[in-house]
């Protein structure tokens, strides 16, 4: 047998998960506060979530590449204390992107409170 397929199977779907919502999470996060750079973004989410939700530094800008690639997100570069950073903000795209998925996750979040009074 080639690995524990319980672990495989937690692994896979799990990334798949922590993805879509990490990737809503910013938006939202860009949509409520502004401008932000990727620490920030980190140290929000992790309040927020109470440490919870948090992704890995290496996820987290690998997602705000991804999110700015498809035109959700827009970064600039500034000085802050004699150091660069890099700012992201919300593009208009992201904005009526977020609007819909607001929608979807809405449907979602009831979905799972009705599951939630299933008996098992």
Same mark, same amino acid.
């Given at each position: 047998? %080639?690995?524990?397929?319980?672990?495989?199977?937690?692994?896979? $779907?799990?990334? +798949?998960?922590?993805?879509?919502? /990490?990737?809503?999470?910013?938006?939202?996060?860009?949509?409520? +506060?502004?401008? %932000?750079?990727? /620490? @920030?973004?980190?140290?929000?989410?992790?309040? $927020?979530?109470?440490?919870?939700?948090?992704?890995?530094?290496?996820?987290?800008?690998?997602? $705000?590449?991804?999110?700015?690639?498809?035109?959700? *997100?827009?970064? +600039?570069? @500034?000085?802050?204390?004699?150091?660069?950073?890099? /700012?992201?903000?919300?593009?208009?795209?992201?904005?009526? *992107?977020?609007?819909?998925?607001?929608?979807?996750?809405?449907?979602?979040?009831?979905?799972?409170?009705?599951?939630?009074?299933?008996?098992?």
């Amino acid at each position: 047998m %080639l690995g524990d397929p319980k672990k495989k199977a937690l692994k896979k $779907l799990g990334k +798949e998960l922590h993805s879509g919502l /990490y990737s809503y999470l910013i938006l939202s996060l860009l949509n409520r +506060e502004g401008e %932000l750079h990727g /620490y @920030a973004i980190r140290k929000r989410l992790a309040e $927020l979530s109470e440490g919870r939700i948090v992704p890995s530094e290496g996820a987290l800008y690998d997602i $705000l590449k991804s999110l700015k690639k498809i035109g959700l *997100v827009q970064d +600039e570069w @500034a000085e802050v204390g004699g150091r660069p950073r890099k /700012y992201y903000s919300l593009t208009k795209l992201g904005r009526e *992107v977020l609007d819909e998925l607001k929608d979807e996750v809405d449907g979602i979040m009831s979905v799972l409170e009705n599951m939630g009074r299933w008996q098992v």
